[in-house]
């Protein structure tokens, strides 16, 4: 759905971005991650045309963006980290400006107007003036004016910078339900929402590609250790002595006390070792219950921070 290749961009003598390569399949939801600087904008403004890049390839939908801009236009829905609105129109009157902009067919307009006001959850508030709305509202205005036209690709640039929390879950809930009939690359500096709603994730670095994978894959390739979390029913002392004595165990420490005598317990382990059964068979022999076990890979986070803090290129 989305080729780049060698995708380089100068600003004078310093490098905005450099050498980028990847693709996202059609249907994906891609996190595009990096700290402040690190080229993601820059990026995104090339993919959509706002600005050329100094070299490389950008295919959206097979249609290169220096050679056929109009069709990759066509073909993509773009929410800036600000929303391009016009504060002192209504709702209503200004995503018809924006239908008229991006040549929707006066028939169908209406309709679609109405399904996407009706999808962003805008259509009680589509008479009002839209400096009048609230940010939430702003940012779902923003949204809405992306999916004019039913765009293949959504380009999304912090989509919920400046919400509140329950705001946040509602946007998020959104851009989920949109991953289904679009290929969306999402910008968020929040990597708990890119982990919920994004399959897998690009790092950018000083302008290089730092890393892409799967969060999972990401996890494995970066923890140096194994962990998991295990609830055990037995005395705190015993517990955590009996797990310290197996081999591959290099820390536990009891974490949360659900009730008396049944505590959660964080284990790390060598990353190559599998210290599950030996801990199954150590609580067995000394009539302890294992209440319930679960992995514990690397969060986005941690794997963020390795990855923006090693100057070394990791792919």
Same mark, same amino acid.
């Given at each position: 759905?989305?080729?780049?290749?060698?995708?380089?961009?100068?600003? /004078?003598?310093?490098?905005? &971005?450099?050498?980028?390569?990847?693709?996202?399949? $059609?249907? *994906? %939801? +891609?996190?595009?991650?990096? !700290?402040?600087?690190?080229?993601?904008?820059?990026?995104?403004?090339?993919?959509?045309?706002?600005?050329?890049?100094?070299?490389?390839?950008?295919?959206?939908?097979?249609?290169?963006?220096?050679?056929?801009?109009?069709?990759?236009?066509?073909?993509?829905?773009?929410?800036?980290?600000?929303?391009?609105?016009?504060?002192?129109?209504?709702?209503?009157?200004?995503?018809?400006?924006?239908?008229?902009?991006?040549?929707?067919?006066?028939?169908?307009?209406?309709?679609?107007?109405?399904?996407?006001?009706?999808?962003?959850?805008?259509?009680?508030?589509?008479?009002?003036?839209?400096?009048?709305?609230?940010? /939430?509202?702003?940012?779902? &205005?923003?949204?809405?004016?992306?999916?004019?036209? $039913?765009? *293949? %690709? +959504?380009?999304?640039?912090? !989509?919920?910078?400046?919400?509140?929390?329950?705001?946040?879950?509602?946007?998020?809930?959104?851009?989920?339900?949109?991953?289904?009939?679009?290929?969306?690359?999402?910008?968020?500096?929040?990597?708990?929402?890119?982990?919920?709603?994004?399959?897998?994730?690009?790092?950018?670095?000083?302008?290089?590609?730092?890393?892409?994978?799967?969060?999972?894959?990401?996890?494995?390739?970066?923890?140096?250790?194994?962990?998991?979390?295990?609830?055990?029913?037995?005395?705190?002392?015993?517990?955590?002595?009996?797990?310290?004595?197996?081999?591959?165990?290099?820390?536990?420490?009891?974490?949360?006390?659900?009730?008396?005598?049944?505590?959660?317990?964080?284990?790390?382990?060598?990353?190559?070792?599998?210290?599950?059964?030996?801990?199954?068979?150590?609580?067995?022999?000394?009539?302890?219950?294992?209440?319930?076990?679960?992995?514990?890979?690397?969060?986005?986070?941690?794997?963020?921070?390795?990855?923006?803090?090693?100057?070394?290129?990791?792919?």
């Amino acid at each position: 759905m989305i080729e780049i290749l060698d995708l380089t961009k100068n600003y /004078g003598h310093v490098v905005g &971005v450099k050498n980028l390569n990847f693709t996202v399949e $059609k249907g *994906e %939801v +891609l996190g595009f991650l990096g !700290p402040n600087g690190a080229g993601k904008t820059t990026t995104m403004n090339i993919i959509t045309g706002y600005m050329p890049s100094t070299k490389g390839t950008v295919k959206v939908c097979g249609y290169d963006i220096m050679e056929q801009p109009t069709e990759v236009k066509k073909r993509i829905g773009y929410l800036p980290e600000q929303p391009p609105i016009y504060m002192d129109m209504t709702v209503l009157d200004y995503l018809n400006f924006v239908g008229e902009l991006k040549k929707v067919d006066k028939k169908i307009k209406k309709s679609q107007l109405d399904d996407i006001m009706e999808l962003v959850k805008i259509t009680d508030v589509r008479k009002r003036m839209i400096k009048n709305l609230s940010k /939430g509202y702003k940012q779902r &205005v923003g949204l809405a004016q992306a999916l004019i036209g $039913k765009p *293949e %690709v +959504l380009v999304l640039d912090e !989509p919920t910078v400046g919400l509140d929390p329950k705001q946040i879950i509602e946007i998020r809930k959104l851009i989920k339900a949109l991953g289904k009939d679009h290929t969306i690359i999402l910008s968020s500096h929040i990597l708990t929402e890119v982990s919920a709603v994004c399959e897998r994730v690009v790092i950018i670095h000083k302008g290089e590609i730092a890393a892409i994978d799967t969060p999972e894959n990401l996890s494995k390739s970066f923890g140096t250790m194994s962990k998991m979390s295990i609830t055990i029913s037995g005395p705190k002392n015993s517990v955590v002595n009996s797990i310290k004595e197996i081999y591959g165990v290099k820390y536990v420490e009891a974490s949360v006390e659900k009730e008396k005598d049944i505590i959660t317990y964080i284990v790390e382990s060598d990353k190559d070792l599998d210290v599950r059964k030996p801990i199954f068979f150590a609580m067995a022999k000394a009539g302890y219950p294992i209440m319930e076990l679960k992995s514990l890979g690397m969060s986005l986070e941690d794997i963020f921070l390795q990855v923006v803090t090693e100057d070394k290129e990791v792919v």
